[in-house]
């Protein structure tokens, strides 16, 4: 996973276990055999999708992502707590104006085919993606450097208009070896499916439909991986993908909370691997269009809130592998405000008293009416099961106050196109995934109430508007946060959405696998130092 | 017959134009571009990139010039570049796919015919015995039963219970240093449970249609003749009934081809085998416009050809209709 990637709120994303923070658990095991690190052997991994293009840049999917974040490296990368290091770039420093950025580069770095890595390749890789003939969708936050040079192989230096907090963080983009892709066709190049970087791995093969195969390199800058081979198999059903777990066909692979909790506490399971559990970098929320009067009353909003059980949905769609969500930001992220003002907690008599405050009466038939029409409109959403069950809970919970809610679900793209981007809903079940950081100009600023924009509710706050330009104009750890802390009271008061829970990541990695140390950024980030004893290794 | 011949052959072409309009027009009606499929919701793209990646695909063009253009390309056997972010050629990644859904589907029709025909003839001559009644349950189940159902069960016994066959995919790990008939054996391995699944669930159709076309056969005068001068039911059977009964089973092998190229992609996903079936579902989930046109193009082709093929098998195994024509 690229930090690229990570930028992106992508919604619908797939849960991957290694974007997550908060603080892991691991359930015991019976003893293994153990012994010291040594190299060798290799890690089968099952995905559902298939990777598009290895070429970081042209692809958005997170199959693809995956590989090449083995495969490449970007000048920075976030750690294991979620603080934001050099990876290809030994240090950076931002200007006192906050309006240059300078990375200070690694120094004998060498690209898979040998090639040392500089500057050239830096800078060509941010030229690629602000070059129009690239179908990139990455191009954006680069876009907004003014300037971008390379002094001598081992500097590259960005300036910007003005101080902007996430553009550190994105140039953990992927860097791309620019003596063999200059001056050709990105989009017709052989590295699309044949990708040479700098990362810990080496890629050996791709057969498409069954795998990606690549191999340790043994010149890594960090140090050589102790697993030497590293295979991706697609594996396209996840009923199949949980027996190839079992049979020993993969070695690990994410559950579900069904698999987490009912189907894998068997001592031969838990002899065999090793489950974690670690919140998930993305939230599920109620939507309501703000744009209708229905739901122009805050009180409204705060009511139905207080009306609904997250508890009881995470009990019932999650088999309590999740947390009740608070606000836009990750738990356990320095953004995120452990005890916003007041939450509105589930309570049913606060959500009467609410409703009737803002002037709804309860009818004969025990459906609310307000100026003779009945409290009734529609959630909207696509075909996942999760949210399907969300939605039924929610419509319960609702009708107990008096509220009717119908239930639509459609498939994805008619969904978005018919509805979201029309603006004709009422309310909505969706899902963001969060990335690492806490910028959300794209899904809350006023400015992005638009056409195909992120704010489709319609928000729009100008105190939240303040906030969250001064926080993205900012290097300052201190001041953005009180930005973000003071926003999340605000969303708590206005409940623009219903903010519903924030699942949990929960992956199976075969017991021979030793050396992981859950962390706040999940399992995945030190893949290099895991290792497996000689006696236990099966490749 | 030559020139019946070539009217059919120059049939095809109208009826290609024809197939991908309607198929082109569809394709495009549903809700959701390339474009938005790969970048919706995606909070880092702006206006200007959504439509700099249109262009890029052609997408702002008006409908008929992009069809126009489309054909052009095609009249050049050129089906065009995908529109997933790989932007390879379709017929490449058909082409990569072709091998492994043409084997499976071969396999698996060659085990049907050679299944269900013996079937067939078994319950046609023991025709309302305990045998016959057997049989209909057993093919009748194969056709009732989900699939995907099946499949699931058999991966779990024979995977994950018993352990005697590979769950998923073609090959296992490190099969590729096998000597060449210990690769062969792994790869028939994987293609126990998916091949016999798809026969068991196919046997229905083809062995009732082998029985009915078998009864209605030794139902004739001729067979009578044949039995009341003595010949022995064996060869009476298999010698006289068997020829005019397998007439229009011969048929039916015509119109499996175009099904041949074509996967089903439960199974496929399933089975996690790299199958057409699973990149067309890709293809249409992704509005990958050219890919889905390319496959829907061979396919309809395919179709033409197969029932082309059919009627003509027929008139050559057919002495009345060869003369009817003639």
């Known amino acids: ?539 | 017959m030559g020139r019946y011949l070539i009217k059919r052959l120059l049939m095809i072409f109208p009826m290609l134009i024809g197939i991908s309009l309607i198929t082109f027009v569809v394709i495009h009606l549903a809700p959701g571009e390339p474009v938005e499929m790969q970048v919706s919701m995606s909070p880092k793209i702006s206006a200007a990139t959504r439509e700099k990646l249109r262009e890029y695909y052609g997408l702002n063009k008006p409908l008929h010039v992009q069809y126009g253009i489309w054909v052009s390309h095609l009249a050049r056997l050129d089906f065009g570049r995908s529109f997933g972010s790989d932007h390879r050629p379709v017929t490449e990644k058909i082409a990569e796919r072709i091998p492994v859904t043409l084997s499976l589907n071969v396999i698996a029709l060659i085990l049907e015919f050679c299944l269900a025909i013996p079937i067939g003839i078994l319950a046609a001559t023991h025709r309302d015995t305990l045998v016959d009644r057997s049989i209909s349950v057993f093919v009748f189940l194969g056709f009732a039963v989900p699939t995907f159902w099946l499949a699931l069960l058999c991966m779990y016994l024979f995977g994950v219970k018993l352990n005697w066959l590979p769950i998923s995919g073609l090959h296992s790990m490190g099969s590729d240093k096998l000597p060449f008939f210990g690769w062969l054996w792994d790869l028939a391995k994987h293609l126990i449970l998916p091949v016999g699944i798809a026969t068991f669930g196919s046997l229905a159709g083809l062995s009732r249609y082998m029985r009915s076309s078998m009864l209605e056969v030794l139902s004739q005068d001729y067979i009578t003749t044949a039995r009341a001068k003595g010949v022995k039911e064996r060869l009476v059977i298999y010698k006289h009934a068997l020829k005019n009964a397998m007439l229009p089973v011969i048929t039916l092998l015509g119109f499996s081809l175009p099904g041949l190229i074509g996967g089903s992609v439960i199974f496929e996903t399933i089975f996690a085998i790299p199958g057409m079936g699973q990149l067309f579902y890709q293809g249409v989930m992704a509005r990958d416009y050219p890919l889905v046109m390319g496959i829907l193009i061979i396919g309809a082709f395919l179709t033409l050809l197969g029932n082309l093929l059919a009627d003509l098998s027929y008139a050559f195994a057919d002495p009345r209709i060869r003369h009817g024509r003639e």
């Open chain 1, 1 to 539: 996973m690229t930090l690229g990637r990570r930028l992106a709120l992508v919604l619908f994303a797939f849960l991957a276990f290694g974007c997550a923070q908060g603080t892991p658990e691991q359930k015991p095991r019976a003893a293994a055999k153990g012994g010291p690190p040594a190299y060798g052997d290799a890690l089968v991994t099952g995905s559902i999708g298939e990777p598009s293009n290895l070429i970081p840049v042209l692809s958005t999917d997170s199959a693809s992502s995956d590989i090449s974040g083995l495969v490449y490296n970007g000048l920075v990368r976030y750690d294991k707590d979620l603080k934001l290091e050099g990876d290809l770039a030994q240090s950076w420093d931002v200007s006192r104006d906050g309006l240059t950025i300078t990375f200070h580069l690694r120094h004998g770095v060498k690209w898979h085919d040998g090639e040392p890595f500089t500057s050239r390749d830096v800078l060509y890789t941010y030229k690629v993606l602000v070059d129009p003939k690239t179908p990139t969708a990455y191009s954006d936050a680069y876009k907004q450097v003014k300037t971008a040079e390379a002094p001598d192989p081992y500097t590259f230096r960005v300036t910007y208009p003005k101080p902007f907090a996430p553009a550190l963080e994105s140039w953990g983009m992927n860097i791309l070896p620019a003596h063999l892709l200059e001056g050709k066709d990105i989009t017709k190049s052989p590295l699309i499916r044949h990708p040479v970087g700098t990362g810990p791995y080496i890629f050996k093969e791709w057969i498409t439909g069954q795998k990606v195969t690549l191999e340790s390199n043994p010149d890594y800058w960090e140090g050589r991986p102790y697993i030497s081979k590293y295979v991706y198999r697609i594996i396209p059903d996840a009923s199949t993908m949980y027996m190839e777990l079992k049979s020993g066909g993969i070695d690990e692979m994410p559950l579900s909370p069904v698999q987490y909790q009912r189907q894998t506490n068997t001592p031969e399971f838990l002899s065999r691997f090793n489950k974690y559990r670690y919140p998930a970098s993305a939230y599920t929320y109620l939507g309501y269009n703000l744009r209708l009067p229905l739901f122009q009353d805050k009180r409204v909003r705060q009511a139905m809130t207080c009306a609904i059980n997250k508890e009881e949905i995470i009990q019932g769609v999650l088999f309590g592998m999740g947390q009740i969500a608070h606000g836009p930001f990750k738990p356990g992220s320095w953004a995120y405000k452990p005890k916003v003002n007041d939450d509105f907690g589930y309570d049913p008599a606060r959500a009467l008293a609410l409703l009737k405050e803002a002037g709804w009466v309860m009818g004969k038939d025990g459906i609310l009416v307000k100026d003779g029409k009945q409290f009734a409109f529609t959630i909207m959403l696509n075909q996942n099961d999760q949210r399907v069950k969300t939605a039924q809970i929610v419509q319960q919970r609702l009708r107990k106050v008096g509220i009717v809610a119908k239930i639509r679900v459609m498939e994805w793209a008619s969904f978005i196109t018919n509805f979201i981007d029309t603006g004709k809903f009422e309310c909505v079940i969706l899902g963001w995934t969060l990335g690492q950081d806490p910028d959300i100009y794209d899904v809350w600023h006023s400015s992005k109430t638009g056409p195909k924009e992120l704010n489709f509710i319609h928000f729009k706050n100008a105190e939240v508007d303040r906030l969250i330009e001064e926080g993205r104009e900012t290097f300052d750890i201190e001041k953005r946060k009180a930005c973000y802390w003071r926003i999340q009271d605000i969303l708590a008061e206005e409940q623009p959405y219903t903010f519903l829970y924030v699942p949990d990541a929960l992956p199976a990695v075969s017991s021979r696998f030793h050396g992981i140390v859950p962390a706040p950024a999940g399992i995945g980030y030190n893949l290099i130092k895991w290792y497996v004893p000689k006696a236990e290794q099966v490749y």
